[in-house]
Structures are given as structure tokens and as C-alpha cells.
């Protein structure tokens, strides 16, 4: 469906402007907030339930949650959203089990503070490196997905659209922080999710029932379209036998295990008030998480009945939006709308301030540690400013750049996964084996994914008919094993490097022993010694 020709198409863009104003005028009001730069990147630790579990949940449902998982859905079933929601889901149930407690006891300000004290510079700097990277990506890659909204509502250059979603983020960022991240995480995730529950209404009412709803199911690859599991008809993504499972495991690996050492999430669950709260906000934002997540592709496989089978790459991104014109009031459909390209910036604005935090505190104050509170604040803002930049200049030079954040992203799975994980846990776990695990995950990957490219993927499946397809299933598939190679290199150079290279002990940010007493989320956090005496 055409938005342009949309009769209230009017509505939506008046929709777009008035969320785009909301947004700049709670950054400024953030900014009047932020006195340290523990305020500007962590909103001081005082985050409430109501405000940290939103902000986890909308920090990963954007535009790839919602416009991704419903075209991925309307071609390959519920097989294709297993990465997002169904991955992103188990990643805050394993965080929240085994991992908030400890990070918010450590007072951590970013992920790479863990590597810092647990293992040591270099594998902080290697870390940093790699995940500045991906932020840039993945905020480009919400760049690109902004610009094309307006392209398609107004019709201006793709370019120009791109330009004004990167100004307006970067503003409001730099101004409020976390602060103006949290609060307007709050706006959108409740736009989204009645958004997708309206839409979702709307159909039911549209076609008769829920029966007839779910009676128009279907999807383009696959005969199984709610399987969530590799079948004897469709194997995974048309792959059988090992390689499937190889695929099918990626699925859920590459959120499940790979975003738990996100800088996004981790300066969410330490912005809370406290650990308690940290725990439950990662639960309340998985079940909000699954629970509105689960409607996008939903309306994915619906829309395969309501518009046919034929639709091609470029009209299945647009499913949500043609879906919601079609069934809903026109003033709701523009409110979704509205709320679906502030989701866009929801985690654009993450991953700028994820960059920036993290360039400031793990490579600036590694050369300069001295740094005062008001310097570090003022270079952070200036960072993300830089970052803003790069990352438009990215979406504007590079035409595959959510497929290269996602490739970023992998990144992180095979070669930090198991070092942050383990790490919090095996007290034997040192840096040389980090920085094994890191380099052997990561090269490894590289290595398999020509090797299963070039012998089975390309000729085999393909035919020898080169296509983007040919290069990211080989990606997916080169992860699984490299991750457990990973782990293998984790555990083996530790053993074997006890004496020269001696494990350090699990520290909070200041150098001091973290408490690992009732480390897990059934815990309950352990009374210090001074609170004892307090009370």
C-alpha cells in the first residue's frame, strides 16, 4: 500500500512531528537533570521499576522488532523471528537469572569495566574497540530505517531523512543522557505495544475471529508457519541435518547469549535504583518483551492471507504500516505509525550514548585516569556528537549496513560471550584465556564462514548462484561453532597459563572484592556488614 496516497496520510506525518517535538523538549528537560556524569550515563542510579523495565524492553524493540520480525515472519513463518523476539527474550531471562545481580553490585558504568578489573587492559581496549564498532553500526542501521519511513511518507530523498533522524536523536541525547533515553523509552514502548495490540484488535474484528485469523496464516518458505523448531518438510531456513541445527542454534544464540555483554542493557539494569529492582525490571521487561513481541509476527503471517503470497523484499518491510492503514481507525493508525518511528529512535539513542560512554570510560580514562567529573561529562557528550556524525555518515555511504550490524553483532557472540559469562562464575577463567577465547571465536568464524560459503552453501544450495543470501546464512551458521570453540579456548588457555598469567580476583569498579553471596535472581542481596551495624 502506498502511504503517500494514504487519504490521512496527514495525520501520520502531523503524528511524526508532534512525537519528534515531545522528544526534543523532554531532552531538554533531561539536560536540567544531569549535574555528574553519573547522572548523564546512568540517570544516577535512581531509575524506579516503572521506568528501568520499559526502558530495557524498548532498548531492543525498535525497528528490527517490529518491521523485521513481521517481514521475516510473512516469509518464513514463526522460523524466522526465533532470532527476535524469541532470542532477545532468553537473553533477559539468562541476564536476570545469573548476571544483574553481580554487575549491579560492581557499580559497573559499562561492560568493558568488567573485562578491565576481571582480566585487564587489553582485553577492556579489544572489547571497547569491537563494540564502538557495532554501536556505529547498528545506529546507522536505525538511521537508514528512519530515513526510509519519510521517504515513504513525504517522499523526500532518502538522504534527506536519514539527515533529520540523526540531528534530532543526537540533540536530545546530548542534552538529557539516560535521562531522556529512560523517559521517552517510556512514551514509546506503551505507543508501541497498544499500537501492535490495536492492530492486532483491529484484525480480529476485521476477518470475522481469531479463527479466521489465524485460518489466513501463512508464509512464502515454509509449510510450517508457527514452528519454531527445525521440521522434516522445512529443516531451518531450507537447511537439513547439521547444518540447520548449526543455524537453528544461531538463532538463538546470536541475542540470546551475544547481547547479555551489551553496553545498552547493562546501562539500563545499573541504572536502577537498586538490585532488587534490577532483577525485576529484567524480568517485567522479558514478559512485556515476549508478550508484545510475539504480536508483530503475528500480524506477519496474517498479512500473508490478507495481501497474498507475491509480495516482494521491499513490500514486506512495510507490513506493519500497510496492515495498520488497512485495519485500523485512521487517528490510530497514524498514532502507531508516529510511535513506530519514534521506536527507531528508541535504540538509536541507546547505542550513541553506548558508544560514547564506553569511549570515554574504557580508552580515555585508561590514558588518563585523572580525569575530572566535569571533563569526563563534557567528553562524553562530545563523543556522541562525533559518533552521531560517523554513524550518518555510515547509513549515507553504505548500502548493506543492517546486515553489517548484524555482522557486528555476531561479532560479540563468538568472541566475548564466553569470557563475560564464565568469567563471573569460574574464578580460574584469566586473561590470557579471555584473550584466546576472543581471538579464537573471532577468527574462527571468519575462517568457517568462507569455508562452509565456498563448499556446501554456494554450490550446493545455491547452485553456484552468488547472492547476499549465500554470504549471511554462512555467517549465521560459521557462529555456532565458532562460539564453542570460544569457550574451548576460555577453558583450556586458562588451565594451562595458571602460573604464569594468575586469575584476578571478581572486582567492583573501585578495585574493591565484589560480594558474591546469593548471586541469583531467587536471591535475595546480601546485608553488608556496615548496613548491619546501621541498623
Same mark, same amino acid.
Given at each position: 500500500?502506498? $502511504?503517500?496516497?494514504?487519504?490521512?496520510?496527514?495525520?501520520? $506525518?502531523?503524528?511524526? !512531528? !508532534? $512525537?519528534?517535538?515531545?522528544?526534543?523538549? *523532554?531532552?531538554?528537560?533531561?539536560?536540567?537533570?544531569?549535574?555528574?556524569?553519573?547522572?548523564?550515563?546512568?540517570?544516577?542510579?535512581?531509575?524506579?521499576?516503572?521506568?528501568?523495565?520499559?526502558?530495557? @524492553?524498548?532498548?531492543? %524493540?525498535?525497528?528490527?522488532?517490529?518491521?523485521? #520480525? #513481521? #517481514?521475516?515472519?510473512?516469509?518464513?513463518?514463526?522460523?524466522? !523471528?526465533?532470532?527476535?523476539?524469541?532470542?532477545?527474550?532468553?537473553?533477559?531471562?539468562?541476564?536476570?537469572?545469573? *548476571?544483574? +545481580?553481580?554487575?549491579? +553490585?560492581?557499580?559497573y558504568v559499562t561492560i568493558m569495566d568488567f573485562f578491565q578489573q576481571r582480566y585487564g587492559t587489553a582485553m577492556s581496549l579489544v572489547g571497547t574497540i569491537t563494540q564502538i564498532i557495532t554501536y556505529f553500526g547498528w545506529t546507522a542501521a536505525q538511521i537508514v530505517a528512519g530515513g526510509a519511513i519519510v521517504t515513504a511518507l513525504l517522499g523526500w530523498p532518502l538522504w534527506v531523512g536519514m539527515v533529520m533522524v540523526a540531528v534530532i536523536v543526537t540533540l536530545y541525547t546530548m542534552a538529557g543522557g539516560?535521562?531522556?533515553?529512560?523517559?521517552?523509552?517510556?512514551?514509546? @514502548? %506503551?505507543?508501541?505495544?497498544?499500537?501492535?495490540l490495536m492492530i492486532t484488535i483491529g484484525i480480529i474484528i476485521g476477518v470475522g475471529g481469531l479463527d479466521n485469523m489465524l485460518a489466513l496464516a501463512g508464509a512464502q518458505f515454509t509449510t510450517n508457519t508457527f514452528a519454531l523448531w527445525p521440521t522434516a518438510e522445512d529443516g531451518y531456513y531450507g537447511y537439513f541435518g547439521m547444518h540447520g541445527w548449526f543455524y537453528y542454534i544461531a538463532a538463538w544464540l546470536s541475542l540470546g547469549l551475544g547481547a547479555i555483554p551489551a553496553q545498552d542493557y547493562l546501562q539500563r539494569t545499573c541504572a536502577a535504583k537498586n538490585e532488587d529492582i534490577a532483577v525485576k525490571s529484567t524480568f517485567v521487561a522479558a514478559a512485556l518483551y515476549l508478550g508484545f513481541g510475539v504480536l508483530s509476527p503475528l500480524i506477519g503471517v496474517t498479512a500473508y492471507g490478507v495481501f497474498g503470497p507475491n509480495l516482494t523484499g521491499e513490500q514486506t518491510e512495510f507490513l506493519l504500516v500497510s496492515m495498520a492503514m488497512k485495519f485500523l481507525h485512521p487517528v490510530l493508525a497514524a498514532?502507531?505509525?508516529?510511535?513506530?518511528? #519514534?521506536?527507531?529512535?528508541s535504540t538509536s539513542d541507546s547505542s550513541m550514548l553506548a558508544g560514547a560512554t564506553m569511549f570515554t570510560e574504557n580508552i580515555v580514562k585508561v590514558f588518563k585516569p585523572d580525569l575530572s567529573d566535569k571533563a569526563q561529562l563534557r567528553l562524553t557528550r562530545l563523543s556522541l556528537l562525533v559518533g552521531g556524525i560517523l554513524s550518518l555518515l555510515i547509513a549515507l555511504y553504505a548500502s548493506t549496513i543492517y546486515k553489517l550490524a548484524v555482522l557486528a553483532n555476531t561479532s560479540i557472540l563468538v568472541g566475548m560471550a564466553a569470557p563475560y559469562i564464565i568469567g563471573y562464575?569460574?574464578?580460574?577463567?584469566?586473561?590470557?584465556?579471555?584473550?584466546?577465547? %576472543?581471538?579464537?571465536? !573471532?577468527?574462527?568464524?571468519?575462517?568457517?564462514?568462507?569455508?562452509?560459503?565456498?563448499?556446501? $552453501?554456494?554450490p550446493v544450495v545455491y547452485e553456484g548462484e552468488m547472492t547476499d543470501e549465500v554470504v549471511w546464512d554462512s555467517i549465521y551458521i560459521a557462529s555456532t561453532p565458532a562460539f564453542f570453540i570460544s569457550v574451548v579456548f576460555l577453558i583450556v588457555v586458562s588451565l594451562l597459563t595458571q602460573k604464569i598469567d594468575p586469575p584476578k580476583p571478581f572486582k567492583d569498579i573501585h578495585g574493591n572484592p565484589v560480594d558474591t553471596r546469593n548471586p541469583f535472581a531467587w536471591s535475595k542481596a546480601p546485608v553488608l556488614e556496615e548496613e548491619a551495624a546501621a541498623d
Open positions: 500500500m502506498d $502511504i503517500q496516497t494514504y487519504q490521512y496520510s496527514g495525520l501520520i $506525518i502531523g503524528g511524526i !512531528v !508532534v $512525537i519528534l517535538i515531545i522528544r526534543l523538549a *523532554i531532552g531538554y528537560w533531561a539536560s536540567k537533570k544531569v549535574e555528574t556524569s553519573t547522572d548523564y550515563v546512568l540517570a544516577g542510579r535512581r531509575l524506579p521499576l516503572w521506568m528501568a523495565a520499559p526502558s530495557i @524492553m524498548a532498548t531492543w %524493540f525498535a525497528a528490527e522488532t517490529l518491521m523485521g #520480525s #513481521s #517481514s521475516e515472519a510473512y516469509s518464513y513463518g514463526f522460523q524466522g !523471528v526465533v532470532f527476535d523476539p524469541f532470542g532477545a527474550t532468553l537473553c533477559l531471562l539468562i541476564a536476570g537469572m545469573f *548476571i544483574v +545481580r553481580l554487575a549491579r +553490585r560492581a557499580q539516560l535521562w531522556a533515553d529512560t523517559a521517552l523509552d517510556f512514551m514509546q @514502548m %506503551f505507543l508501541t505495544a497498544f499500537g501492535l498514532i502507531f505509525i508516529a510511535a513506530l518511528a #519514534s521506536a527507531l529512535m562464575y569460574w574464578k580460574k577463567a584469566n586473561h590470557a584465556g579471555a584473550l584466546a577465547s %576472543f581471538f579464537s571465536g !573471532v577468527i574462527s568464524w571468519i575462517v568457517l564462514t568462507f569455508v562452509w560459503m565456498y563448499t556446501y $552453501i554456494l
